[in-house]
């Protein structure tokens, strides 16, 4: 079945791609294309460092941090700490991808930070475990459940260890804010160490998001995992890299790879910086487990916010100690919370942000973008001072 899917893409490829002989144009490759996250940290003038953290149930994380900025080198004493966090099917490249006056990442390290960005595990980036081989089926059976438990409380204890702070600000994007929303609600002494949680398209309840993504909840498992297998789910891979090299710089097909995020995720077409199609593409998709993608598809059936459902009462038993999955509380979390969303946001819709903003137990600050779609957020062009300089002065503002 995965390799049928491909040959019709490669086929219709190859067929448009023809064009190049009779009149299209193909643009010069961008260099951060062949670059991974810590290339092109440094590629932009920035200092770049990557760290390994072991969980309590022995996956491997790779952490990318960025001391600081191009001109604060200098200042002495430590700086405050802010801990980036993707979301679904992403990696740290997220906040980096834009240019510096356009990327998150970059405007926090040179407006003063201690730039820190996660990598959930599976992605491209965390795919080592301490016994586990990614080709083992033990190795997929994982969540955002383990990523909340176990991949959030690794990362924030490994850097506040190493920074010698006591708090960080937590910045969440999608399904970043879905394992924050689940380990700040279940593990209080986590909680304690974040200064303030800000929350970027937030996603808990998926009730009514029409998502292509969230669709797969009419597709029963059986054939999810017929056509995606057991393991992982859309990994950055040659055929995407290939793609974003040979089609998405042709100028004819620009326009084709824009609309295969949108498609995704909404539509806000002016918002996006066409010239960096190709740099998002080498590193979006970076893969996510099956069992992770099943679990999504079980909170959008039941319309619950939940732990993932293992199929039995007594495989959920054996990991939860009751039958039922258990329900994931939002109000049981006291950190102080900023909300933004975007009106055009097919993944994190307006309605159930509503119903979120009723569960939030301390909201600071709540800001709503009519015209947004999910990923402006990282990538919009007018994010700087739309956002950025927002969260910049809030972080600030309450040091």
């Known amino acids: ?37 810590s290339e092109i940290i440094s590629y932009w003038g920035f200092p770049s460092e990557e760290h ?49 006056s356009n990327s998150l ?38 969540s955002f459940d383990e990523m909340a438990n176990y991949d959030l409380p690794a ?3 490994f850097i506040l260890n190493k920074t010698g702070q006591q708090q960080v600000y937590y910045v969440g994007h999608s399904q970043g804010t879905t394992i924050g929303f689940i380990a700040f609600s279940r593990i209080p002494e986590l909680a304690k160490k974040i200064k303030m949680f800000f929350a970027l398209a937030p996603v808990a309840s998926i009730d009514f998001s029409i998502g292509p993504i969230f669709k797969m909840a009419r597709i029963p ?18 055929v995407l ?59 959008s059936q039941l319309g619950k916010f939940q732990a993932f459902d293992w199929g039995s009462s007594a495989k ?24 933004w969303n975007g009106g055009h946001d097919w993944l994190a819709d307006v309605k159930d942000i509503s119903i979120l903003l009723t569960q939030i137990t301390n909201l600071v600050y709540h800001k709503y973008f009519p015209e947004w779609e999910h990923l402006d957020f990282i990538w919009g062009l007018d994010a700087p001072w739309r956002l950025y300089d927002e969260m910049v002065n809030l972080m600030k503002k309450y040091q």
């Open 1 to 37: 079945m995965k390799m049928r899917l491909l040959g019709l893409v490669f086929c219709l490829v190859l067929g448009t791609l023809h064009s190049k002989t009779s009149g299209g144009k193909v643009t010069p490759v961008d260099p951060e294309t062949n670059m991974n996250v």
């Open 52 to 100: 390994l953290v072991e969980t309590e149930d022995g996956y491997i994380l790779c952490l990318h941090r960025i001391p600081h900025g191009r001109k604060n080198n200098s200042e002495k004493g430590p700086k405050p700490v802010v801990f980036l966090q993707h979301g679904l099917l992403a990696d740290s490249s997220n906040w980096i991808t834009n240019l510096p």
């Open 105 to 142: 990442g970059f405007i926090l390290a040179d407006a003063g930070f201690d730039v820190w960005m996660g990598n959930s595990r599976g992605n491209t980036w965390s795919r080592k475990h301490k016994i586990l081989s990614v080709s083992q089926d033990e190795f997929w059976a994982f």
């Open 155 to 157: 990362s924030i204890n």
């Open 221 to 238: 498992d059986l054939l999810l995992k017929d056509i995606f297998g057991k393991k992982e789910f859309l990994p950055q891979n040659a």
């Open 241 to 299: 890299k290939w793609l974003a090299m040979n089609v998405c710089d042709h100028v004819l097909l620009k326009e084709l790879c824009e609309n295969i995020f949108f498609l995704l995720c909404g539509f806000n077409e002016r918002n996006l910086n066409m010239s960096r199609i190709s740099v998002y593409i080498t590193h979006c998709p970076a893969g996510t487990s099956v069992q992770n993608m099943i679990h999504w598809k079980q909170n």
């Open 316 to 339: 959920n038993y054996f990991h939860y100690n009751q039958t039922h999955p258990p329900t994931y509380n939002v109000k049981d979390m006291l950190v102080p919370t900023t909300i």
